[in-house]
């Protein structure tokens, strides 16, 4: 290393000891004005851990002043920024509720829908999130129709409730592998697809799921009682016909084929 390198490094690291130092002691400090102009200094430099930590103390003695505003919609998107988005929906949700016509009244919905969004899990997991975001999502579009984020805030509801049709999927999917285990899993498998395609009539998963109506259907006719077959297999039938007419070139088209062959036979015996 250079003799210039070495002086550049060592002003480097004695600068940012300062820096730290000059944090640690604002932390400390009871000057709130100091800490809250240090905050917005620090947010502005992008150090949101420093703003989120000069400023959650200071919003509730801040309350009812004129910075009261602008300290909670920092700490929102400092957290936001931080990736923790519980925190940040509370404070974003505090704030528009506080601040109906506040100057950024409009982001604090915006975020709190997509902080929601970004804290949704994978399907398989508890959707409270996924919930929330599309509420929120939808409140936005409501109180702001015409803002320049509404095509992105549609686009993102579609996308959460895909997430959640397929979740549907995955539960109707499990009904049917369980089979007659402990009960008539067929019958569930059923109802759970059927709700889903009501609550999602345009989801990519509606084949998927009209599908297992029938595969269900057809399960629940083959093991049934002698006598309940013939009129369980005109249930399989219908729904032979409801799925081939809503998809003519379905992908299951051909074991769609092979279960009416069967039915037919049981009908017309």
Known sequence: ???????????????????????????????????????????????????YNLLKDVITLYKGTDKAEESLYLLARSAFMQKDYTASGAYFEAYYRN??????????????????????????????????????LKDFLDYYPKSDKAEEVQNLIVELQEKLAEKELLTVKLYYDLGDYRGNNYQSAIITANNAIMDYPYTKYKEDLVMYILRSRYQEAQQSVLEKKKERFRGVIDEYYNYTNEFPEGKYLKEADRILKTAQKYVND
């Open 99 to 136: 601040y109906p016509r506040g100057e950024y009244t409009e982001l604090a919905r915006y975020y709190t829908g997509i902080g929601y969004s970004k804290a949704s899990p994978e399907p398989k997991l508890d959707q409270t999130d996924t919930y929330k975001a599309i509420d929120e």
């Open 1 to 51: 290393m250079s003799k210039i390198a070495k002086i550049l490094s060592v002003v480097a690291i004695c600068f940012v000891v300062a820096s730290c130092n000059e944090y640690n002691k604002l932390l400390k400090s009871t000057d709130y004005e100091l800490r809250y102009e240090y905050a917005k200094i620090y947010f502005e430099q992008g150090k949101y851990a420093r703003t």
